[in-house]
């Protein structure tokens, strides 16, 4: 069964400019969360998305969003980008709330210059 | 706030002892609790979880719930060099399973 599929890999943008990332679950996976980890902050949960539906979102600007389609892909979004945002973006998924045992991809290092 | 408390290490131990990952939690709400293992530069590893109070085993790891007192440990049995890694502890945060509240990891070295 493959895993968790997040593309790009690496990213490199400028100040200002906006950034889309992508993440394909696991197969059979209906909740897709997001989360960004620095090494300051450590891991820190953006928005998690079930059916379509954004359920939680996280204490970021509205700068970050994101959404998930039918197929239960889900894609992030960070417009205006600032320096700040450089940062591992991962996506976990899982089967739902009964079983909510959440499994990472590889993650998009994100640089903002 | 919710909140995950952490050792941040580094944790050291010996090859073949036991290490002993220790975490809190402030929601009293929190339903589930898991253990990732990260590797430097890679993705976190879900190793174990746990739901109910008490232990739960699964090979050379053994996770431990109070609620009462709002704690969670992992212990590792028969250290190897290649458990070196940062341990992180999270905790559904109510409501929706797929809010997970992160403590900021314990890093542990297992010396040969």
């Known amino acids: 069964k493959a895993g968790v599929t997040q593309t790009p890999r690496y990213l490199i943008k400028t100040r200002g400019q906006q950034v889309t990332l992508s993440c394909s679950p696991i197969s059979g996976h209906r909740s897709v969360s997001w989360y960004q980890q620095t090494p300051g902050q450590g891991l820190q949960f953006l928005f998690e998305y079930f059916s379509e539906t954004q359920r939680n979102k996280g204490n970021f600007p509205g700068r970050f969003s994101g959404r998930q389609f039918s197929n239960s892909r889900s894609e992030m979004n960070v417009s205006t980008l600032e320096l700040g945002d450089s940062a591992l973006y991962l996506c976990?998924?899982?089967?739902?709330?009964?079983?909510?045992?959440?499994?990472f991809g590889q993650g998009t290092r994100l640089t903002v210059v | 706030q919710k909140e995950v408390e952490q050792n941040s290490g580094p944790l050291s131990v010996p090859e073949g002892a036991i290490a002993s990952l220790n975490c809190t939690y402030s929601d009293r709400g929190s339903q589930s609790f898991f253990w990732y293992r990260q590797y430097s530069g890679k993705s976190p590893e879900l190793i174990m979880f746990i739901y109910s109070n008490g232990d739960k085993e699964d090979g050379r790891f053994t996770a431990q719930l109070n609620k009462a007192s709002q704690y969670v440990s992992l212990l590792i049995r028969d250290s190897q060099p290649s458990d070196s890694a940062t341990y992180l502890c999270?905790?559904?945060?109510?409501?929706?399973?797929?809010?997970?509240?992160f403590g900021k990891g314990t890093k542990l070295s297992v010396k040969p």
């Open positions: 999270a905790v559904s945060s109510g409501g929706s399973q797929g809010n997970l509240i």
């Open positions: 976990a998924s899982s089967l739902g709330d009964s079983y909510p045992e959440a499994f």
